[in-house]
């Protein structure tokens, strides 16, 4: 009896304990657990210093962009990637680099077609690999989701899910009838645009640019009628405004606009007499998306762009962790 009973403790001892190293090895990171918080990066200058305003504790994913292909399809990084990847991880953040982008080469077009595709992927693949990124975010916008585009993202999705990367999208709603459901099951989750609604090339249509309905539409749009589950949407907000009217620039970042007008923070918009508006999202509507987000269970939210936020109590990028932290603690 005795004999018997130590075995039988010995063995729940056991138990117990591998139960502990399982449970352990299956802790999450930071990007997997949490509600996604996808950062663009914007890099127009040298990296390091760009990214050195960042604060990656307030993100779990930083898309680097954008890393464009030359007409032969060779990428070039920069020369302090690996030190902004390595401070990123050291945060437990994935990062991702984005190509395409609002204004892309135009040779990227040809790049995507059959001829070239494979060696286009292999180059993307091999960018990826080289510097340790943990995927890649494809930004084809208008008619660059073109007749090739379906071929070369399931392509491109082989390998990448081979190395057990990520594969995700930015998309906009007014084009997305482009883009067939096979294209978009490749994505591990797609990038909302949920913004640019109108703007300076629109200046018969002044009004605000990303309002809260917009992103109802938006997620109505993506996971209802195109049936992507909304762990896989993250809900895009901008970090940026338009301007309507007279002697004012068209676009201004969000950093500009608070420096500018005292108390901007607080509303949507500034008029400025004689002159015009700016139409941009302050923190109280920022909050709101972010709580519709939660709302809709959606996978998490997306910015563009972090270098156009502030550091100090009117940061956008806070208000987002503000409305986290009131989800999660």
């Not at 138990?15 to 352990?24: D, N, R």
């Not at 657990?33 to 990066?41: C, D, E, T």
Request: glycine share 6%.
């Amino acid at each position: 009896m005795k004999a018997s009973k130590l075995i039988i403790g010995l063995l729940g001892m056991l138990i117990v304990l591998a139960g502990c190293k399982k449970s352990e090895a299956n802790v999450p990171s930071k990007s997997e657990s949490k509600f996604r918080i996808v950062g663009y990066l914007f890099n127009t200058g040298t990296l390091s210093q760009e990214s050195a305003s960042v604060d990656f504790n307030k993100i779990t994913h930083l898309n680097i962009a954008f890393i464009n292909p030359d007409a032969n399809g060779n990428l070039t990084a920069s020369a302090d990637l690996d030190k902004v990847i390595a401070k990123a991880h050291a945060s437990n953040v994935k990062v991702l680099f984005s190509f395409g982008g609002g204004d892309p080469p135009a040779h990227l077009k040809e790049l995507v077609k059959q001829d070239k595709r494979t060696s286009f992927v292999a180059n993307l693949v091999g960018l990826m690999q080289k510097h340790g990124f943990d995927g890649i975010d494809v930004d084809l916008e208008g008619d660059f989701i073109d007749a090739n585009y379906e071929a070369f993202i399931t392509a491109l999705a082989v390998p990448v899910k081979n190395n057990q990367k990520l594969l995700t999208a930015a998309v906009a709603s007014w084009n997305h009838y482009s883009i067939s459901d096979n294209a978009l099951a490749q994505f591990d989750f797609i990038n909302v645009m949920s913004y640019d609604k109108t703007g300076p090339w629109n200046k018969a249509n002044p009004g605000q640019h990303s309002p809260y309905s917009l992103a109802v539409d938006d997620i109505q749009l993506w996971n209802v009628t195109r049936k992507v589950p909304a762990e896989k949407i993250s809900l895009g907000l901008p970090f940026y405004g338009y301007c309507f009217g007279t002697d004012l620039p068209d676009y201004m970042t969000y950093k500009e606009i608070v420096t500018a007008f005292p108390v901007s923070e607080k509303t949507d918009q500034v008029d400025i007499p004689n002159k015009g508006t700016v139409y941009y999202n302050g923190i109280p509507t920022i909050k709101s998306k972010v709580a519709l987000a939660y709302e809709k269970q959606l996978g998490g939210v997306m910015i563009w762009q972090l270098l156009q936020d502030t550091n100090d109590s009117k940061s956008l990028l806070k208000a987002i962790n503000d409305v986290v932290n009131e989800h999660t603690n």
